[in-house]
């Protein structure tokens, strides 16, 4: 019902954290206090810049624990985790925040930002920076303010930690006063700052080059595209009137910009896409009319408004641009949009909105070339947010979680474990009960929306390195429930099965390759003291108190990777003048789990097997069967920063589940035979491409991308007969009537006459034949490749819509940064 889904999706039910905690690029988190109070009530509620979150709290734990392992920390575990328990103290003011960035990885080097209201120095109008630096991973920090003379330091810019240990600091300046922005570069992580006077203000963070930090490109509030090549020491105007910026594969550069005529700097719908590959020297137009692109895995994509009153449709590229295609999806309208869900270099996950605010559309997942989609999952449930709790699962290969809108309302999670190839429900925990009035009782996710929403304070958590692990917050039942208590469940074979472990909502990280797990419970009042931390996948915690003066919960923070022992709880807490100290408590694991995991600690397992499975095809996967070497949970040892998760990989007998169906095709309901659509019955594709058009005759069948079967089941899947396209031969003209006959009278003439017109017929088709093709090679040199499927019918199950296909040409944390799936909305 839609009541149902109204009170879910737009009601915040519950605040759990005071204060917000974001996530950047991977290695950055930023803390803001949104609300904190004493007992006396002389801390004062603020007003967030972000107003669409309500300040609330969360709801006590309920029901017995999941199991009866507590195990109390013996007083020499006490000891020695207080002598390996540092606490900092940070200024702050009443409306202030902190940034915590990671710099390099295994260097120890963090790097934190605390802001302070008021104008301390001439740069500085509306406030100054402390900035602090630890090399000990965090346990102890120095103040290095005056590295910056104390200046105000962008909030939403932040910092930018780019490849290596370079970084970047962006000034808060005022625009009038100033004939460009400010940026402090540092290439030994933060040891020593270079003040840059730019020529240019910012609109947007400046972006690295995925691999060299010298090389750097940046957007300016009027338009113009701005690079540098020496690390931000000189930069060079190389285009005006853009609206975004991607880097793609080596140093192509796409952006997308406005017509030289163009009234409006940025009129959507209008813009143009160009490419650079020698770094601004020269550009090639790779479309016009376009509304936006991103960058993801190889894929180049973009959507395209061909015309003002139509649909956009999309155009993928899988070489830079160099030729791209109109990918074989139904066209959205303005009320619909295109989200790329994720993506690599073998296959993307794509979600097309249904029209009207139905909080719910189609999943599909391309070919390996981004052109021909099959349906992957129906009614995907996209919030209106615009958040997706569709998840990838890094603990295992092929894994993925999201969330489907059913018709009545109920929101229920499903999981796949190849790649998109088939959805079914999540197993219920073992050590849960649903009850007797519940029919179907499974494990339900929440997701991102339940995040936006303070139902939860984080979402699912995996990481490759702690292989078959992952934590989630759910609830047992028939449906995801947004008033029933969501707990923390862990899986230890990448979804298969589960098992709930704390009680009530947690804040949680993996450490160590997965052989440590610490969580800290969201109070209700928020305030926080005590560390949980198991080293058994979740089967057993231990409990530490980390401090005697409890404080209100930021959020935790470790180093990226997994690979470190410590960790971080970021918080605030009241002083005796009202005024709030920023707080942080690192705590070093490894001084408790001293011992280094041996041959006999880790353990062999066949990812994707069933127990007692034995079947050839059990544990075959996307054509594999993999095992790896883990670490058995009833050992406490540290895996420590060299481990390395290690493989061993055999390939399966290809069978139908290996393989998707086609377009036009689709999967049999409780079998993995692959039908033809009725609508698409008898019906020929016909293909063109690169100037020639091809018949494919299809079995339904396409190889699931990345899939690495051999033998067994092997479907014809095309049959090409090339003929030419694009080129229609004029009609002849009409035969002309004459009275003048000429008659040939002896056999020589006639002999004569034949030869010398077989003659001139053999030079006019030469002729013809040379013509053919120095066109062909004229029009298709430059001509957009089009793959054209005539007649098509995509079936919709609820309302079958015709769609169009005759025209068109052609996405970690992840490399779409400019324009987001948001941007593939309007």
Known sequence: MIWRLLVLLGVSVVLLMGVECRIREGKTLTFRRTQHSDSQGRMRRRPRRDASSSPGTSKPSRGPPFTSCRLLLTPAEHEVLDDNTHETGFNGDDGSYVILTWVGDDTGVVLVLSTISGPVHPLNEGGSTRLYRSTDYGKSFRDISQSINHTFIKEEFGVSVGPGISVILTADTPVLNNPGGIIFTSTDAGATFKFIQLPFHLAQPIAYHFSNPDYLVALSIDGGLWLSLDFGAWWTKVHDGVHSFSWGAGIN????????????????????????????????????????????????FFSVMEDPRSPRVMYFSSDQGDTFSQALLPSASTEQFYSILDGDEDMLFLHVDNPGDTFFGTMYTSDDRGILFSKSLERHLFDGHRKSDFTNITSLRGVYLTNKLDVDGRIKSVISFNRGGTWRPLNKPENTNCGDKIKSCNLHIHGEHSRNNHIVPMVTLSEPAAVGLVIAHGSVGDSLSSSQHPDVFVSSDGGYNWRGTLRGPHHYTILDSGGLIVAVEAHREGQVKTIKFSTDEGQCWKLYNFTDQPFFFAGLASEPGTNAMTVSVWGFRPEED???????????????????????????????????????????????????????KQSVCRNGRSFVVKKKQSPCLCTREDFLCDFGYYRHVNTSECVRQPSTANKTYELCLNGEEDELLTEGYRKVPSDRCEGGFSPQLIKQTVKACGIKPSPAPPAKSTSSVTHFDTPREKLVLILVCAGAVIIVLIAIVSAVIVVRRVIYRNRTP??????????????????????????????CQQDSDDDLIE
């Open 253 to 300: 550069l796409f952006f997308s910009c406005s017509r030289v005529d163009a009234v409006e700097a940025e009129e959507r719908g209008d813009l143009i896409l160009k490419r650079t590959k020698d770094l601004g020297k020269t550009f090639t137009i790779i479309h016009e009319d376009i509304y936006s692109f991103g960058y993801i895995g190889a894929f180049l």
């Open 578 to 632: 009202g005024q709030p100290m920023w707080v942080a408590v690192t705590i070093d694991f490894q001084s408790l789990i001293t011992r280094e995991c041996n041959d006999n600690d880790y353990e062999e397992w066949l990812a994707h097997s069933t127990e007692g499975g034995g079947s050839e095809r059990n544990g075959c996967v996307l054509g594999v069967k993999e095992t790896y070497r883990r670490l058995k």
């Open 786 to 815: 089009i793959y054209r499927f005539a007649n098509l019918r995509l079936q919709d199950d609820e309302n079958s819509t015709t769609v169009d296909h005759e025209s068109g040409t052609s996405s970690n944390s992840t490399a």
